[in-house]
Structures are given as C-alpha cells and as structure tokens.
C-alpha cells in the first residue's frame, strides 16, 4: 500500500514537473543518488525555459511568499501561476485589440508564445529545495482586481503608463469613436491655400512636415509661388508633371483657383482635401489694407468709402479686382459677384456649400486656429509636434483698423456668399470637434499645443515674438511686403548651435523663402536653368 503523497503524485497529470517529483518521490526507498537526478534534472528544465524566456523578451516578477505545508500544493500552487497566466493573457490581449495603434519602440509589446513561463522559473530549484525542507512555497499574492500585483508583465505596464501619459500617440483620423480605432497617417494631401487666413501659417506646417518624411511637393512650374492665380488651376501648372520627371506627388499647397478634376489628374485618388476660412468681416479689413494697390481700391481711402460706392469702384472685369469681393469664393472657383439682393443666392451658395462638402474631407477655421490645428492633426493622424507653429505672414497691429457696426453689416452684405460659406461650415466644424475628438479632450490638446509652441519661441525666438520687418537682422528671414499692411518676422536667438538653428529657421521662415528653398532641392536642373535665364536678361 503506497503512502498518501505517494499515491497523489502518481495520480497527477503527467508533464516535466511532476515526472521529476513523480521519479523522485514516488518509489518507496529514497536514496541519495535519485535525490541528486533529481536536482540535475530540475535545473536543466529550468535552464530551458529561461533561456525560452529571455528569446522572447518576456520581463517576469518575483512571486511573493507565503507558507504552504504539503507537496500537494507544490502541484496546486504552480497548476494556480499556469491559469493566472493565461487569464492575464488574454486579458492583455483584449487590452491590445483597443488600445490605439503607437508610433515608435514596439518591443514592450511583444507577447512570448511561452506565456506560460509568466512566474520566475529562476526561483524553481529554490522552491523543490524549499518545499522539501522547510515545507513552503511562494504563493501568488492576488490584487484588488483579481490580477495578481507579482504577475503583471513589465512590458504592459511600460506601454499601458506610456501610452496614457504620451497622448501625442493617439491620433484618431475623421472617426466616431477615436478610442477604439487606429489611423494610419496620412502624406497624400491637397491643401487649398486661400487668401489671408492664416493659410501661410498652415503652409509652413506641410512644407516642414514633407520634408521630414522626404515627400515630392506639386510645386508652381518655373519658380512661380503660385500656380497661376486667378486663373483656374491646371495640372500642366506643376512643375514635371507634363514632363513626367514626377511619378508620384504627394503634397499639394500653393495658392490656386480651385477645379477638382485637374488637381485630380496630379494628385493620388486616395489624397486627403482640406482648407480654412476666415470670418468675411476680418478678412475684408485684412483685404483692404493688404491689397490697396488694387484699382477698386485705389480711390478709396477708407473702407467704408468703398463700400459705400462698389457700384463706383469695382469693376468685376479688371484684373485683381476679384480681391475685393467674396474671395474665398473665388479661390473655391465659384463666381464671387453675388451680392445680398442678387434673386439666386441662396441657390448659388447652396450650390456652393454642397460641392466644397462634396470635395473636401474638412474645413478649418482661422478664428480657432489651434482648435483646427488639433483637428487636422486627427484628420491626418500626425503628432502633436508636427502641429507645432509661429504665425506667419501677419500684419503689426498699427496696419488694423477697428470696424464700426454698421461697417460690419455693410461687409455682410457685400460679400454675401462668403459670409453663407462661413456660417455653414463655422457650424460643421464644431460637430466634427464633438464627433472626432470631443469638447474636453480638444482643450486638453489645445493647452498642450500651445505649452510646445512656448518651449520652441522660448527656444528659438529673440524676445519670444513677432516684429516688425525693420527689426529683422537676417535678410533672409524678412517678409514679402505688399500694400499697406507692415508684415512681420522673426529674429531668432543668437547662442543657437548650427543644428538648432537650422531646425528653427524652417519654423519662421517666409513663404516665398521656403517655396524657393524646396524648389532647388527637388528641381536642380530646371532651376539652375531658371537662374541662368534670369542672368542672361540682365
């Protein structure tokens, strides 16, 4: 008759741990020699799964102590660490099938197919010597949870901690529900890059963004800044693209009048569409200064002046009038000369809405410039840093003229379809921030965007702001000045090294600068040619 323990042991699945304690202990006469195979034996099954631990990059934690007082529980407490395994397991893989896809260091999410090795199999040798002395083996010490505090992987509290402190890592795309959904960013992209609405600021963002990723820019053929305004855009506009230099564009984003079908022909189907606006009333004010040289203002020395007598002073027929009446209209390539009595507004800016709707994946607005930069940033799933930005191409405030109400109206309805325009998607924009990103977590990004854009004026700019053209050392740092509007610049601090220097540069600046600059990096022939030309008139 074999002694109690004996029989329990012989009654317990076969596997390597028990076929040890089974070889072991389960005869009748125990000598000294089956003790030492045992051991031997023991310790290289342990040597294997540790050597299988560390392949896998499994980190593993101590288990914590407690008695117990038999061998029976030698199998109970080890058969315990094997389900607890696996009940963490799984549960980390529901973890991993919401958690939102990261950029970066993957390693901290590898999950070892030997899972089952969760409890330090360093400590086995220890536990049979232990638990046949001293009879006691550590036992999993079970958290509030019912996890287990000694069996939580490290690698899953390092992504779990990270992945909810780093929240530039979740970039949800135009989605519902952005917790439980990943993005994939996005390079192909049309900005349409209408007129003093803080569109220079938005073209810097895509002009640093492309070329950190090396990506090939639609630029204006021959060094031009622009792809032939007013007239309609054309894809023969784009530098090699007729030639077929360029296979693959993947950023599109000087000024044009908008037509879909030929930016179409040389962008990718798959190209993300987006735009801003700008309150009319403000934009009219910024026009006016900005834009003076133009005939419809030229004998016009207020604005009210002008608004008063259009019939007098505008002249839709004469070039660069159109400025002066509805021009996000006209950069959408509608026709700008409606006014509040024309008999079909309502139809035309109905019309309006519903192909910019049709043609665009989001509309941004100037007057909650970080709020739309947080937008765009889920819109295309980039990071927080790539939303990073100086104002660019603004006026000094003694440019600004402050408007009385009834200038107000008088703008409203001169420009009368813009202001539809506006108002429609003002609306839209506020129910894409509640559908995509939400009221409280847009503060949060927002308070955030802005504490990284202090650091980099804290770091890069002399006094930490904007000043005027006459105060800019570098000459190439000073704004295109246009009008009568004084456009201001930046100085940047002079202990700079050169690496940091260079990365702030591309922060401020100007846009003309900056187009010319990528020019002669993606077309060195052509604009060496251009230069040559240029010297021979000379």
Known sequence: ?????????????????????????????????????????????????????????????????????????????????????????????????????????????????????????????????????????????????????????????????????????????GINSPKTRTCDRKSHI?????????????????????????????????????????SYFASYFVEGFSSRSVKDFHILCNHMRFRKSEVAKVMPEDSFYFSILRHPVAMMESIFTYYKSIQAFQMSHTLDHFLDNTLLHYNSSVINNHYAHNLMAFDFGFDNNVVADTDDLEERASMAIAAIQQDFHLILISEYFDESMILLKHALCWSMEDMVSFKLNSRSQQTRQILFPNTVEKIKQWNALDWRIYEYFNTTFWHKVDSVVGQEQLKKEVVQLRGLRAQLASTCLKDGEAVDPSQIK????????????????????????????????????????????????????????????IIDRL
């Open 1 to 173: 008759m074999l002694p109690q323990s004996t029989r329990w042991i012989e009654s317990q699945p076969l596997s390597c741990v028990t076929l040890c304690v089974r070889r072991g202990l389960g005869i009748r006469r125990h000598s000294l020699w089956k003790i030492l195979i045992l051991v031997v034996a023991c310790i290289t099954i342990q040597n294997f799964f540790t050597h299988q631990t560390r392949n896998d990059k499994v980190t593993v934690t101590e288990l914590s102590h407690h008695p117990f007082s038999t061998l029976q529980n030698v199998w109970k407490g080890f058969h315990s660490a094997l389900l607890t395994a696996k009940s963490i397991q799984t549960a980390r893989n529901s973890v991993l099938h919401n958690q939102n896809e990261r950029y970066g260091n993957q390693s901290d999410y590898i999950w070892s197919s030997h899972a089952y090795t969760i409890f330090n199999l360093a400590t086995f040798p220890q536990l049979v010597s232990d638990s046949m002395s001293s009879r006691k083996l550590p036992l999993p010490n079970h958290g509030k949870a019912g996890f287990p505090d000694s069996l939580v992987l490290q690698g899953a509290r390092k992504a779990h901690l990270s992945a909810s402190t780093d929240k530039s890592s979740f970039l949800q795309a």
């Open 190 to 230: 049309v900005f349409l890059k209408t007129h003093k609405t803080a569109s220079s600021t938005i073209l810097n963002i895509l002009y640093r963004y492309g070329e950190k990723w090396n990506l090939t820019f639609a630029l204006p053929l021959s060094k031009h800044n622009q792809f032939f305004y007013p």
């Open 474 to 533: 570098d000459v190439g740092l000073k704004p295109f000045q246009y009008g009568a509007a004084v456009i201001q610049g930046y100085n940047l601090n002079t202990h700079l090294d050169r690496q940091t220097r260079i990365k702030c540069q591309k922060f401020v600046i100007p846009e003309l600068q900056y187009t010319n600059h990528l020019y002669i990096q993606q077309f060195p022939v052509p604009a060496k040619k251009h230069r040559k030309t």
